[in-house]
């Protein structure tokens, strides 16, 4: 997104956009929870480090999806959730069948 495209819809008043911020941060549940995950250091790190495109973008969120899935699902703990999603990327058929079952959840919709 061109900042060039966006700038004309922003009011310049630091003061006001400041007040206008923290009270949609205390009202809204959605924007504190987008404020505090995208000034997190390890999610800044994760995006900086995995995120570079679409396609990028679209793979991880696949693999949160599948830690989801395993954590709702199953009693299993964070190594065993990484072993196994790791192990099912690793694989052509199961990769297809993951990718092709999200294209139909997700992208065809």
Partial sequence: MS?????KYIDNDEKKLEKTGR???KNNNFFKSLADIMEHPIFKNFVKNYI?????LKVVFIFMNMYNY?????NFTSYQKIAIIKKLMSNSVSRQIIFYNFNNLYIDK
């Fill in 3 to 7: 900042n060039n495209s966006i700038v």
């Fill in 23 to 25: 009270k949609i941060y």
């Fill in 52 to 56: 570079k495109d679409q396609t990028d």
């Fill in 70 to 74: 395993l954590e709702e699902k199953y």
